[in-house]
């Protein structure tokens, strides 16, 4: 059973990966070439002052190749994982949710990873494109990010625990309530506990770091929308069978 769900939930990702890969091609590539441009244009700009300038690296993959296969390769392999990460994570909820069944499980495990892991992360470290940040301080950004990302899984996982458990207690919507406004206090409280990062150079475009970070989100929302509705398309049968456990003892009767 959760082998079955492995393979759709990683199917159901590369799916979703797929989608988000025309769509960062048409609307996000633009934006990284123009921030690529000025990079090279603030380099070329220091060289011209006298500043020492930093030794070249020879280039591995080209420019073309990082457009183009490899971001294709990139979006499949993290869709397949997130897929079946997403998949696991159904195996677990579904069923101990009170009253959703399978579809509305699949919808409110979506949200929360959209949440979670994509939107809460990126208010405290937004995503940046080429030119922005330094990088002597890359290790330290990413572990940084990873930081509050792993806290708000955590604390959303528990808040959703915590909503279940109370759900019958004291009604579903005190339940919902106490859960969220618990998740907003903990995350509130990381946002102040980490550190802030802005290595944004002062002539940086407005509209190309504006655009760039839109993109990435839409992207990710693209992403969990289209994983969600891929997964409850292929495990139709599952959920119905999940819904209605008479069903498979009347057809084993027919």
Known sequence: MVGRLLIKGMLAGAVAGLLIFFFLKTYGEPWIDRAIVFEEQAGAAASAAGAKEMPVEPELVSRQTQAGIGLLTGVMVYGAAVGGLFAIAFAFANGRLGPLGPRGTTILLAAIGLIAVILVPALKYPPNPPAVGSGDTIDARTQLYFT???????????????????????????????????????????????????????????????????????????????????????????????????????????
Do not use: C
């Open 148 to 254: 509050m990302m792993g806290i708000s899984l955590l604390a959303g996982a528990a808040s959703l625990i915590t909503g279940r458990q109370l759900w019958t207690s004291i009604g579903g919507w005190a339940a919902v309530l106490l859960a969220g406004s618990a998740y907003a206090v903990t995350i509130a409280l990381t946002f102040i506990a980490l550190p802030s990062v802005n290595e944004v150079p002062e002539a940086f475009p407005a509209d190309t770091l504006w655009n760039f970070r839109a993109v990435a989100l839409a992207g990710h929302l693209l992403f969990w929308a289209m994983l969600a509705a891929a997964f409850a398309a292929l495990n139709t049968k599952t959920q119905t069978t999940l819904a209605d456990p008479r069903q498979s003892v009347r057809s084993s009767l027919l």
